[in-house]
């Protein structure tokens, strides 16, 4: 038999239950009735319908769910199941549901199980989900992904944190 325990919190008070209302009168919990935390993180979206040629770099988060013809860099990048990216990606973090030709490079790399990536990952810590296609040598390594350099054969777009407002 379980013991019976009593939260002894000043907001969460049981009221006594209204014979003309069946329903227990208990408070609502505050971590469901508080407001959804905003977060500082920035997240830069590629959508399904975009092609772009060229490199991306980013400070912050990259979603992309379109084409890319060209290098991506950032902290962190999530290949969407509808990506196709054709070229390196450079990260602290890649999550990879969807199709990528050309080499990555991250400490920490997840292929999902509809990734089909050809090429190598160099990578500090590596998860390969049953399902993903994975053509290519991995290799462990202890190098900094922000080291890496990109080549200078493709114009480079560099993704602002946040859109700014457009003015009337």
Same mark, same amino acid.
């Given at each position: 038999?379980?013991p019976?325990f009593?939260?002894?919190?000043p907001?969460?008070?049981?009221? @006594?239950v209204?014979?003309?209302n069946d329903?227990?009168?208990?408070?609502?919990? #505050?971590?469901?009735?508080?407001a959804?935390?905003t &977060?500082?993180r920035?997240v830069?979206?590629?959508g #399904?319908?975009l092609?772009i040629?060229g490199?991306?770099?980013?400070?912050?988060e990259?979603q992309?769910?379109?084409?890319?013809?060209g290098?991506i860099?950032?902290?962190?990048v $999530?290949?969407?199941e509808?990506? &196709?990216?054709?070229g390196?990606?450079?990260?602290?973090?890649?999550i990879?549901?969807?199709?990528?030709?050309g !080499?990555?490079?991250?400490?920490r $790399?997840?292929?999902?199980?509809?990734?089909? $990536? *050809?090429?190598?990952? =160099?990578?500090?810590s590596? !998860?390969i *989900?049953?399902?993903?296609?994975?053509?290519?040598?991995?290799r462990?390594?202890?190098?900094? @992904?922000?080291?890496?350099?990109?080549a200078?054969?493709?114009? $480079? =777009?560099?993704? #602002?944190?946040r859109?700014?407002?457009?003015a009337?």
């Open positions: 038999m379980l019976n009593r939260r002894t919190d907001e969460l008070k049981i009221q @006594p209204n014979s003309a329903t227990a009168a208990f408070p609502a919990r #505050p971590f469901l009735a508080a959804p935390r &977060t500082d920035n830069s979206m590629i #399904p319908d092609t040629t490199n991306l770099i980013s400070k912050g990259v992309v769910d379109g084409v890319v013809e290098d860099h950032g902290s962190h $999530v290949i969407g509808s990506a &196709t990216i054709q390196g990606i450079v990260a602290d973090e890649v990879i549901r969807g199709h990528v030709v !080499s990555v490079r991250s400490k $790399v997840m292929l999902q199980s509809t990734s089909q $990536v *050809e090429g190598d990952i =160099y990578h500090q590596l !998860s *989900e049953q399902g993903a296609l994975f053509e290519g040598k991995s462990r390594t202890t190098d900094d @992904p922000r080291s890496i350099q990109l200078p054969s493709a114009p $480079v =777009y560099t993704l #602002p944190p859109l700014p407002e457009l009337n």
